[in-house]
């Protein structure tokens, strides 16, 4: 099958969060089982040179913002052929993908992204031109979410579309008049389109006119179709119910590897466990926590936004504190929690340790040196930190939402992990109760971490539930018969 994502980042070119890691470990997930793949992305600086990128073809000047062509180059350490979107007057700038450098949206985010959705559709047509045309156009998230639009509305034989929703609080809403900037007909701006409570709104539009649409769990998948978790798209999830559908990211279990992971102090596998006591004092030193093997040392690695429950960490600190336990937490994001923490580290020497920033390298020290990890979120959509804590043996101590709920089930149910349902730090301090009780007995606790090492949650079988999706998705475009809502049941 000939498959073209098309997406904002991929790793290691450019990460934010989670959706780097799926774009490249499904990329090359499908690529070692024979698909032909090409990976769609914007040449932010430095991209191209890290992709060892060569000149491809001109692409014209499909948005009027100036001329643009492809790139091709590769992702590094893997097989996957990557195209670059080379716009430079979007693109080659100072700050990151989405924010500049103070922090604040990149003001065109509309053209940059609406560029990117133009030319992911626009691939199918000039496949002839280009030698390769896409079967399917998979797109991921807002910022890719009109190729699958363009594609519709320009109708005629043409891909299969498939838009994956990596967090669905992130929309792409702009002021509806940027549509004909982006290349969109005035008709589109439609309830049936991508208008959107008096927006025009990127992802609502492509969840209108993909022809399938996943998110990244089938817990998510159902949540989204309620008002609590629809983020105000739940009644157009709900009609698209039979073309939504619920997949688990698989990990890279080659790069997150305990037994051969370079930013370690010490590798180790399921059956030395005891090698992680390097890891643990390492991780101490760094964090600035006192150094001692029996204090139970909880891990927290993410973006600090409310989403990620970081107040329910604060709220349970006493409780866990006094059980002797220590805490170390990673991460970057809203200033107010980044003070928060800042203000616990001070108020608890040896005991709490902040680091600010983003480390990919402290990360993967979190996830082999601390005995627990938290990840208490409101909502998540998929969620990886607690899959790579799995593979490294720290025990996920999570809310059980959307994917928490589908890959960490409870220790008192056999399973992994120790969950907790209340958005409540009472109900977290609990559910750490639970756990320090079961690491006060060391055989049952390394017991429970081999449990946890030994679940796979690797990216073959996950692809193969994508390559069925793209099957759906080319039968739905080569019927050339628009999708029609699922009656309502109340
Ligand atoms: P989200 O995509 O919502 O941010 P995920 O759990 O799906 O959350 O993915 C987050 C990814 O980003 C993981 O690979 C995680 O290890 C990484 N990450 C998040 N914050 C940091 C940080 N401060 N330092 C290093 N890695 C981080």
Redesign the pocket.
């Given at each position: 099958m000939r498959i073209l994502q098309v997406a904002s980042e991929a790793f290691p070119l450019v990460?934010t969060?989670?959706?780097a890691?799926v774009t490249a470990g499904l990329s090359q997930a499908l690529v070692r089982s024979g698909d032909e793949v090409r990976l769609l992305m914007p040449a932010y600086p430095g991209v191209a040179e890290a992709a060892e990128a060569t000149p491809g073809v001109e692409l014209g000047d499909p948005l009027g913002t100036g001329p643009c062509r492809l790139l091709v180059g590769r992702l590094p350490e893997t097989d996957v052929e990557v195209w670059l979107l080379d716009a430079p007057q979007l693109f080659a700038r100072p700050g990151g993908p989405y924010l500049d450098a103070t922090g604040h949206d990149h003001a065109d985010n509309a053209l940059r992204f609406g560029l990117l959705g133009r030319v992911g559709a626009l691939l199918g047509p000039l496949g002839p031109a280009l030698g390769w045309t896409p079967d399917v156009v998979h797109a991921h998230d807002w910022q890719a979410a009109l190729a699958p639009v363009h594609s519709a509305l320009w109708g005629g034989r043409r891909p299969g579309t498939v838009l994956t929703i990596?967090?669905l609080r992130f929309q792409g809403r702009f002021d509806p008049a940027i549509m004909p900037s982006v290349g969109l007909p005035p008709s589109a701006y439609s309830v049936d389109g991508v208008e959107c409570y008096g927006s025009a709104s990127f992802l609502k539009g492509g969840i209108y006119y993909a022809d399938r649409v996943s998110t990244v769990s089938p817990t998510y998948a159902r949540e989204i179709q309620e008002q609590t978790g629809g983020e105000g798209l739940h009644g157009l999830l709900r009609t698209r119910r039979d073309r939504l559908h619920g997949l688990v990211n698989g990990i890279d279990d080659t790069l997150w590897n305990p037994a051969t992971d370079r930013a370690l102090a010490r590798c180790y596998d399921a059956d030395h466990l005891e090698l992680r006591a390097d890891n643990k004092a390492a991780l101490q030193r760094r964090m600035g926590l006192a150094v001692d093997p029996r204090a139970p040392l909880v891990g927290w690695?993410?973006?600090l936004t409310e989403q990620k429950g970081v107040d329910l960490l604060l709220g349970a600190l006493e409780r866990l504190l006094a059980r002797g336990a220590q805490v170390a937490v990673?991460?970057?994001g809203e200033g107010a929690l980044e003070q928060a923490l800042a203000q616990a580290a001070r108020a608890n020497p040896g005991r709490f340790g902040f680091f600010r920033?983003?480390?990919?390298a402290?990360?993967r020290t979190v996830f082999g040196g601390a005995d627990l990890f938290a990840v208490p979120s409101r909502f998540e959509p998929?969620?990886?930190?607690q899959l790579?804590a799995l593979r490294y043996g720290a025990i996920p101590v999570v809310r059980h939402t959307g994917g928490l709920l589908d890959t960490v089930p409870d220790v008192d149910r056999g399973g992994i992990g120790f969950a907790f349902d209340a958005v409540d730090a009472r109900a977290l301090a609990d559910a750490f109760d639970r756990a320090l009780d079961l690491y006060a007995r060391p055989p049952r606790w390394r017991a429970l971490q081999r449990r946890a090492m030994a679940r796979e949650h690797g990216w073959a079988s996950v692809a193969d539930g994508y390559r069925e999706l793209y099957a759906r998705a080319i039968a739905d475009a080569s019927s050339m018969k628009m999708w029609e809502p699922v009656a309502s049941d109340g």
């Open positions: 990460k969060g989670g959706l890691d990596h967090n690695v993410s973006r990673v991460g970057s920033g983003y480390d990919e402290l990360s998929c969620g990886l930190t790579y």
